[in-house]
């Protein structure tokens, strides 16, 4: 059963850069057949998708945060990680690594998720 | 870019049927899946493709999916539902989530 932790920072400097890696056990990231998504919830609001990554480096993101993530992967590791540039208060969130089936263009959904972490962007 | 509608709140008593609905633009064209989230707890697929399981949730949980609008369904409602329900399809050039209902068990 795959199972997906999250590790980073909780606390960010505004105009700073938010970084985080998830960390995949029991399936292989580079055994391919699945993305590997980063996903933030606002405090009481909704689910917001940020982007996914393809073991071979290909990435798709959320046209909103195309400027300022950049999402990577590790295999060797078995990780993948977020960087949010030039991050606000509005970028506190709890921000979720997610395991993701896509069907090009088509369809996509995550069948597995971290444990999430909240990043506070504050002074 | 593509909108999903979710009511913002849905009250059923114990037993009783509850349903979730997620409006769009011909929704019925496309897959559409649904996610469980509880406070301080990770999102759990309840629903993917309109209408299947993912292995441990319960048969209580179906989905159907027509026109404008898609539709989570759990039956024999128990305590432990109450949770939020999000809708959530692929937008064309992006994962797009509805709003999401909170569903209150009486």
């Known amino acids: 059963q795959v199972q997906l932790q999250q590790s980073g920072p909780g606390l960010v400097r505004p105009s700073q850069t938010l970084s985080l890696t998830c960390t995949v056990s029991?399936?292989?990231?580079?055994?391919?057949?699945?993305?590997w998504s980063w996903v933030r919830q606002h405090p009481g609001k909704g689910l917001e998708w940020i982007g996914f990554?393809?073991?071979?480096?290909?990435?798709y993101y959320n046209p909103s945060f195309k400027s300022r993530a950049t999402i990577s992967v590790a295999t060797s590791k078995n990780q993948f990680s977020l960087k949010l540039t030039s991050v606000t208060a509005a970028d506190t969130a709890v921000y979720y690594c997610a395991r993701t089936l896509y069907y090009y263009d088509n369809n996509a959904y995550f069948d597995s998720w971290g444990q999430g972490v909240l990043v506070t962007v504050s002074s | 870019s593509y909108v999903l509608t979710q009511t913002p709140s849905v009250s059923v008593a114990p037993g009783k049927t509850a349903r979730i609905t997620c409006g769009g633009n011909?929704?019925?064209?496309?897959?559409v899946h649904w996610y469980r989230k509880t406070p301080g707890q990770a999102p759990v697929l309840v629903i993917y493709?309109?209408?299947d399981r993912p292995s441990g949730i319960p048969g209580r949980f179906s989905g159907s999916n027509s026109g404008n609008t898609a539709t989570l369904t759990i039956s024999r409602v128990e305590a432990g539902d109450e949770a939020d329900y999000y809708c959530q399809v692929w937008g064309g050039s992006s994962v797009i989530f509805g709003g999401g209902t909170k569903l209150t068990v009486l």
């Open positions: 029991g399936r292989s990231i580079g055994s391919g057949g699945h993305y």
């Open positions: 990554i393809y073991y071979s480096g290909s990435t």
């Open positions: 493709n309109g209408n």
């Open positions: 011909n929704i019925g064209s496309k897959s």
